[in-house]
Structure formats: structure tokens, C-alpha cells
């Protein structure tokens, strides 16, 4: 068996970007900066209102495992597209990046999700998620050869959002753990957290070793004052705990040592639309090739800094020759 | 009736843009810098082929149109999509701009069409089209009040591959000049040309008051040994012939004046997929909007400039806002 690097469970979506006012956003009620689902009725309304678009591949795991892919990782994906044209999109895209994607299409019922974004002329991103067939993932989608062949399993929070997913979810985490293999977590977003707390705690200190967090994700699941008091509630909870502060860098806490990260520069801010994935792209292709906790933080860094250079949540530029790593591949 | 400044009759295509390296291109023996028409199964070999693509509306008229509402005209579209997700996409895209767009989908054939575009590290885009229900455009799409409301009908010459096609044309030539309107065309493609120089002749001369050429496309469709005597070979046979040469800027052809336009400076030309397309897109305005040849050829300059500075063929910026005519709406 081939090993892997890394195998993602995430939405299967395709993104459709827009440029959009904040006036947009009062207009419609919905909170700048959070992620919401959306049913096809609210989603095809929304859309009808909402500007030109252009349409990426999206899927807040599935662009991580395109990230690691991009610095030459070895790579595998499992969600859910339907046999549409999104889902080819989808397809196409994750596997012309070399990545393993076998999960099989569903047919004839939900079509393939779509993720609505706004981004604001600050650059923040606003998304309304249409799941579609994206929230299908089950048991039945986790190979447990697939898992076994990964030195990561590595979730997204947005998955929790469905009971079949989450069942997936900790089948593939005894799975990886049975065969001595690490776990891995974004809490994806504060809104995500705050729907699932109870759930979310019961995850991180049962089945995960390492977490990814933004401040106020790791703020809401610990109901902490301030991010150090996160910081430490969070601490020897799981092995690695990666919080991430935007222009502020990140900090990587284990259960004795704290080390810090910086932000990676970047000449203009386009759209902020995948930082989070990208970062946790760097980082675990860095922990998957033996660098060091400071180091993995630096590959992240730099990793969401070319995302968030241009319009879209997957990596433009070949990450790989970003790094300048020719040498050691 | 409301009046509108140009009714476009083109291509419903939905660009499928991807980097490529010059070597891609070499290895599947397709010339850079063309236009070429690919059946259902080639496109499918070249889309498994090719790298993680970015999906925006197109479609060469269509883009035109698309940058006429952006600059604050008012304008509709006549071409096919199907009844599937990339017609929703644009059928979307041209309305939310206010574009009147009543053309029906077809439905249960062929899909909608898509192009293929690879843009090489020197931002030249080649195209490989597979046109899909954007080939059917007949006669019977042709409205002869929507014609008439138009100050001008504008076709790509792209169409002129489809027999229906051109038939719709030239019925929609017809009733415009039957009710006093103008007709334009622009030439799309030097390979197009060459394709079909002795018809496009007898159209240029017979049907068009305003035609668009780049540098080698007039050249290719009077045979002429340099763009000179290709300038004098158009000269009088339409009212105005707009040929462009790319960063040499363009001149504008009447039968007895010459008007030079200078190229707009980009900080950074990114992908010149598009640029002929709101080059047009600016003249026209200019012309509906009763400005001189020269103020169409600034405004058509600028237009040309914003949609070479990214990704796309659909202007990124309002171009109503980066012209700064603020008042005169």
C-alpha cells in the first residue's frame, strides 16, 4: 500500500465568489466573516441577488489537501459531489493536483454543494453554504485501507454540522488510531463551535491530536475570557493545538512548550477566502516531513499568505516552488 | 419599447481557465494565441489533462456585453445554453448585470458549451472551444422587436462556424438595417478568418456598418502583405473599421479620416483573455453614447486595460467607476 501523507474528510463544495458591499450583507442579515447553511431554496434566492461569479473548487479541508498537494505532499480526499457538472469541476480539480479522490459520485438525488462568498472590500470573506450532496458523507465512505495508508486523518468542524458525517468522522478516527496514526481537526469557525461545543470538546479530548483553531474558535469552545486563558484551557488537551491569529502570526502549543509564529508579509490582501486552510496545509505537510513544530509554522505561514494574495481558496502559485524546496521532494 | 444601446448575438460559453506551460500547448500540437473547435470527447481528453481550472462566464460577445452594462449601457444578449448547471452559471452572470438575456435553454441535448483556456506564463490565452448548445443559435432565437430596440447588433465572428448560426444573423442584420440601426462584427480570430475569408468578405461588405479586427486578422481576411495596405484595403467598404494592435494601440478606419488610439498602460498584463472583447465593448459605448472616434477609442483603451490586469474576460472593476463618469449616467 502506498503511504499517504495525509487523508482529508470535508465538504465536497464548489465555491462561487462574488465581490460584494457590506450593505449586502445588512440587506440580508448575514453576520460579515461567519459561514451559515443554506437550504436549495435560500440558496438559489440569494444567488438570483448576488453579483457575477466566478466558480472554484472549494471545501475548507479539500483545499488544504489541495495546498499539500501543491508543496508535493502525497495526498487523499474523501466527500461527497453528485454526478452534475460541479461535481466533475470538483473532481477534475482535486485530482489534476494529484490527489487521491475515490469516493463515489450519488446519483440523481441532492445536487453537488456550492459554498455562496462575499468578499467585502476589506477582503473578508462571507459564506453561505449550500451542502447538497456534500452533506451525504457516511460510514460507508470510509475505506478503512484508505486511513490506514495516512500518517494524518484530518476533519473539518463543518462536517459536524451532520449526524452521517460525524459517525464517518469517528469511524476513521478509531480506524487511524487502531493502526497508530494521528488525527487532526479544524474547529472551522466560531459559529461552528458555538452550534457543537458539548460535541466539539468530547472530540478534541477524545479523538484528536492535533487541533487547528483561529482566537475566537478556540475562545468559543472553551468559553474562555481572552485568548491565554484559551490557550491554557486547550493545553495538554491534545498533543498539538495550532492557533491562528491572522496578521498577529500563531502559536503552537504542546503540553510544555509554546512556540510562536509569525505572519508571512503580504503586499496587498485580496481575499482572506481559505487563510485557515492553508495554513493547516503548511503545517501538516511540514509535520508529515519531520520539520521541526517552528518550522511547520513558518511552511503555514507562508502557505496562507499566497492565498490570501488573490481571489479564491486554492493555491494559484505551485506552493512547492513557493518554498523554494527543489531539493529535497 | 425601451431602447437599448447594442443587442450582441454570440457564443454562451462558460470559460474554463487554467496556467499552463508553453509546453502543454506544444505537446497537444495546439497553436498558441487560437481559437479552435473541439467536439465532446476531445474536450473531455483535454479537460483530464489539464490543471485545476477557475470557471467564469464568457463567451467573446457575450463578454463584450457584459462590459457594455458594467460601463452603464444598456444592453441584451442572444445566444444558447442548456438547461444544466453551467447555463444556470450564465444565464446568472449576464443578467445580474442587468443584461436582457430571453434567449431559451435548450433542453435534454447537448450541454453547454465551455472553453478551454490556457493562459501561458507570457499571459497569451489559447482556446480550445467546445461549443455545446452554443452552436444552435438559429433564426428562431432571432426577436425582431429586441433588434429593433438596439442602436446596435453586434456579432462575433465565432459564429460564423454554425450554419443557423449565420443565418440568424443575417436576419438580424436585416431588420436592424431595416429599421435604420446599425450592425457591427467583429472578425474573433485570425484562424477564424481564414476559415471563412470569401463569406466574412461578402458580410463585411455587405451587412456591417462597424467592424473590429486586431492587426492580423484584417491582414488574414484581405490578404494583405502589412497592416498599411490592409488599412486601405477596409477603408470605405463599412463606415468604421476599429483595428487594434495589441500595446501599439488601435486606429479607427472612416472613409476619408484615420484616427490613432493609444494603448491604456497596465502595471501588470496577467491574461489578455478578453482584451479584444471590451476593447469592442468600450467603443461601442462611446459610439451609442454620441462620443467622437477618439473618445471611443480612449474609453474602448481603457476597458481593454482593466480586463488584461486579471484572470478573466469579464471586467473585475465597475468600469463605469474607473472611467470616472460620474455624472453623465
Redesign the interface.
Known sequence: MKPLDVVAIGNALVDVLS?AQDSFLEGHRIPKGSMSLIDATMAEKL??T????????GGSAANSI?GIASLGGKAGFIGKVSN???GD?FR???T??GVEFDTKSSRGGK?TGRCLVFVTPDAQRTMQTFLGSAGDVSPDDIDPDFIKRAQVTYLEGYLWDTPEAKKAYVKAAEIAHNAHRKTALTLSDKFCVDRHRETFVELVHGHIDILFANENEIIALYQARNFDEAVEAVRGKCDIAVLTRSEKGAVVVTPKDTVSVKAHPVRKVVDTTGAGDLFAAGFLFGLTHGKSHAECGRIAAICAAEVISHV?A?P?QSLWALLGMKNSK
Open positions: 465581490h444567488y438570483a448576488m453579483g457575477p461569479a466566478v466558480q472554484i473548487s489541495a452534475d457538472q460541479l469541476i477534475h480539480d482535486i489534476s493536483l445536487p479564491g486554492r494559484e
